[in-house]
Nanobody
Framework: QVQLVESGGGLVQAGGSLRLSCAAS????????MGWFRRVPGKEREFVAS????????RYGDFVKGRFTISREYAKTTVYLQMDSLEPEDTAVYYC????????????????WGQGTQVTVSS
């Protein structure tokens, strides 16, 4: 079974940067879109970013405002999220997700979730 393991979270000051990684282990994922969601306690999971199988189609949540960049390395079966200009409002648990489709990623299409990595931004 494929497992998704996130890393790279931590504590940063406002305006700082973090680079999240999502590494797949076990069975190799095939032709799937992947991306990131985040969740604040008491709120529903929020879409952050997605990237399709070929890597040329990227989508971001409205709050990102050009601050984040998603990418993937096929040889390592790894997806990254580069986060710059972080704000206290970005504090959340960030979850990697794999879609059952090659192009679309949404809550209704997720076939696998990672365990999450905590991101905390101090003011």
């Amino acid at each position: 079974q494929v497992q998704l393991v996130e890393s790279g979270g931590g504590l940063v000051q406002a305006g700082g940067s973090l680079r999240l990684s999502c590494a797949a282990s076990g069975r190799t994922l095939s032709n799937n879109a992947m991306g990131w969601f985040r969740r604040v306690p008491g709120k529903e999971r929020e879409f952050v970013a997605s990237i399709n199988w070929k890597g040329g189609n990227k989508r971001y949540g409205d709050f990102v405002k050009g601050r984040f960049t998603i990418s993937r390395e096929y040889a390592k079966t790894t997806v990254y999220l580069q986060m710059d200009s972080l704000e206290p409002e970005d504090t959340a648990v960030y979850y990697c997700a794999a879609s059952r489709h090659s192009e679309a990623l949404g809550l209704s299409t997720v076939q696998k979730w990672g365990q999450g990595t905590q991101v905390t931004v101090s003011s």
